[in-house]
């Protein structure tokens, strides 16, 4: 199952994510229509700054268990098994902040949307982009990351291609460089039989 994949060191703080995303989520899709819409659009990813020169794009990991699902009374909350998310029903938020309180990575937010009765504020998260998933598009942060710091994948892809990278750099570091001599227990362990 496809789902976004962040690489937090290569992030460079220029927020086009939370842009793009907000108006993905907005009611026109476009920038400047949506800047004058009624209810204002809310980006669903966040970038912390985490240092000098340093920011931490932070967004749903769409866990499984997911901890908002497992406390949220209401029954909001449930997992799209075709598409891999956890998500929200504004139709049954009752706005009580229990899903905030149990999500580890901090990212739920509460605002009023037009798909909530009566236009009330709700929980709000990434969903993935269903309206760009359907056109075989992927979600509007990874499109604007010109970075790469977010991309659109298969984790154990992504985890396997990272392993077989990180072992050519060890070993393209370490031609040339003397053989360390073996330890000590090691060569008596071996003497053991
Ligand atoms: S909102 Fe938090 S707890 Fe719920 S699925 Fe996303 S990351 Fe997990
Ligand atoms: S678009 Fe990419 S580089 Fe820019 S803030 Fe978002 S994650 Fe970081």
Redesign the pocket.
Known sequence: MKTVI?R?E?????????L?CAVEHSQTKELVAALGEAWRPVAR?A?YPGGVHL?F?NKCRHCDPAPCQAVCIAGAISRNPARGTTDIDPARCINCGMCAMACPFGVLTYAPTPKAPERRAVALKCDHCPDRQAQGLPPA?VE???????SWGEPAQEMAAKGRSLAQAYFAASRGVAESPEPEMIRLWRQLG
């Open positions: 962040v937090p290569r992030c460079v703080g220029c927020l086009q994510c939370r793009a990813i970038v920011s794009p942060c604007a990351c010109k970075v790469g710091a977010l």
